[in-house]
């Protein structure tokens, strides 16, 4: 490009010229030609994700329509649907199901918990408390996945502080009675599904309350105060004032437990039964089974079902509440 | 409670929000009462006695400080490498207004968005195709890659609130473009990018997911801690290293609270 030649110094001496040199150039460069600075900038980032990492979903994408011999064991390179037709198998459409299923119950109570801890915060909590609960709700989100898993497994144990509470409690045979349950129960909480269940509802929580908090600082109280002026119960002005105008934050957190627990395959395994989730498969069909087109057709049931998820959350404005 | 003078809280909110912080706080608390425990075989509470010699034991134990220093140089180099792309990507977007502008915002949080379990295979699928070995260097690609969000998270906050007629003053005092970054954007942005390098390690050093399928038979800290979850081989040192987690990964998240916390509560919000 020829920039010197067009330099506008002469005639404008309020302008210092140029002060040389290569480093000079390239700042004149940057200046005239904001788009070439742009693009610098944009390059390794775009190139680096757009390559490292959609360039491997599209290699996921690639294997799940490849097939694999059931004699040989080897993967056979040749465009097929054969693959995500295996899906349909009973057993795969169990644990599809399975995972939805704990994935939407796990939604729901989080939203239950998250709830009053989100509102106390938004709308009580001032200054220091106010700082108190950040910090109280960004240690748990931050600090170590699996220790909180170990945690779990802790107090979970047959011989852990749970039971031991409960027979300080006399409660022991509430455990056993819920133990006892046919889904649910178990030999110990540890190795059931509600063992599970209550893992991943601490562990997503806080996910959810920060974009439901994030909601409910954007509700004025002079609406709470007008709706119980206008003779609303409390519970009427939740129902009718707090509930719709918190829902985009609900949406937005429940994009993060839902797709959470679609994904995860630690949990399960740690905490929880024989029985599969989508995680675990395809950590065992790429791992053990060395059936990677199974195992990406797998991958492929989350991102479509987050994919219609999505969708839905930004018809309901849940992205504005991020 | 400190209320707002107008109005204090019903007592079932105080109640429920205390609960519900309780439960969010108490499991990692009783990791560190479980690191003194004298029971070896069983997690068994309360604890039969209380004692020190684990943390010894942990102390002399080599695979934990092969472990420990693997986690280390990967969380480094990719936070080293996020920063770069992090910032780089923050200041474009923030900057200037172009077409495909929400693309690449979408292109940044998508790693993070998706369950890592997808981010891992697609990699490992990626490898696998390329014939490419696993290495320290697929480790820090995966980590690398989720890693930029959080800077750019930071560094995007940061830099909707710094005025862009700063920049240009600077430029009307005779001072070049690369001057100008040096002593008028980069000390604006400086501690938003110290936040969110940290948030970066912090997130690198935990990760067990993705890395699960990027590392082949190399055991990161998480990865060995994954190993005793699964197959229990001495029970207090796992908890003696829990412990440690708990408290190296505090101090970051501690540090980069405070280093952004006048105006944006943004960093961790896009984990």
Known sequence: ?322 | MRSDGSQSAPLGLKVAAACGLLFLHLPILLIFVYAFTTEEKSFVWPPPGLTTQWFAVTWNRPDVWQALSLSVRVAAISTAIALILGTLCSAAVSRTKFFGRETISLLVILPIALPGIITGIALRSAFSLADIPFSFWTIVLGHATFCVVVVYNNAVARFRRTSGSMIEASMDLGADGFQTFRHVVLPNIATALLAGGMLAFALSFDEVIVTTFTAGQQQTLPIWMLEELIRPRQRPVTNVVAMVVVLVTLLPILAAYYLTRDGDQIAGSGK
């Open chain 1, 1 to 322: 490009m020829s920039l010197d030649a067009a330099m506008p110094r002469a005639t404008a001496p309020a302008i210092l010229p140029g002060s040389g040199g290569l480093r000079g150039t390239l700042s004149d460069l940057f200046w005239r030609r904001p788009k070439v600075l742009l693009l610098l900038m944009l390059l390794p980032p775009v190139l680096w994700l757009g390559i490292v990492y959609i360039g491997s979903l599209f290699a996921l994408l690639a294997q799940s329509f490849f097939s694999i011999d059931e004699f040989s064991g080897l993967i056979n390179r040749q465009f097929t649907l054969k693959t995500y037709g295996d899906l349909f198998q009973a057993a795969n459409l169990d644990i599809i199901l399975r995972t939805v299923t704990m994935a939407a119950l796990v939604t729901l109570a989080s939203v239950a918990v998250a709830f009053p801890i989100a509102y106390y915060a938004a709308r009580y909590a001032r200054g220091r408390w106010k700082a108190l609960f950040y910090l109280g709700i960004m240690l748990p989100l931050w600090s170590s996945y699996l220790v909180k898993i170990y945690a779990w497994k802790l107090i979970l144990a047959k011989e852990g502080i749970l039971t031991w509470l409960l027979a300080k409690l006399h409660l022991l045979w509430v455990l056993d009675a819920w133990l006892s349950l046919p889904v649910v129960g178990g030999n110990s909480l540890s190795v059931s599904f509600t063992g599970t269940f209550i893992v991943f509802v601490y562990v997503w929580l806080p996910f959810m309350i920060l974009p439901v908090q994030a909601a409910l600082e954007r509700v004025p109280g002079n609406l709470v105060e007008a709706s119980s002026d206008l003779g609303a119960s409390p519970g009427q002005t939740f129902r009718n004032v707090l509930f719709p105008l918190a829902l985009p934050g609900i949406v937005a957190g429940s994009i993060f437990t839902f797709s959470l627990t679609l994904g995860d395959y630690i949990i399960p395994q740690i905490i929880g039964t024989s029985r599969l989730f989508i995680g675990q498969a395809v950590y065992s069909q790429q791992g053990t089974a060395g059936n990677i087109p199974l195992a990406a057709a797998f991958t492929v049931v989350p991102i479509v079902i987050m994919g219609f998820y999505l969708w839905g959350a930004k018809r309901m404005g849940a992205f504005d509440a991020l």
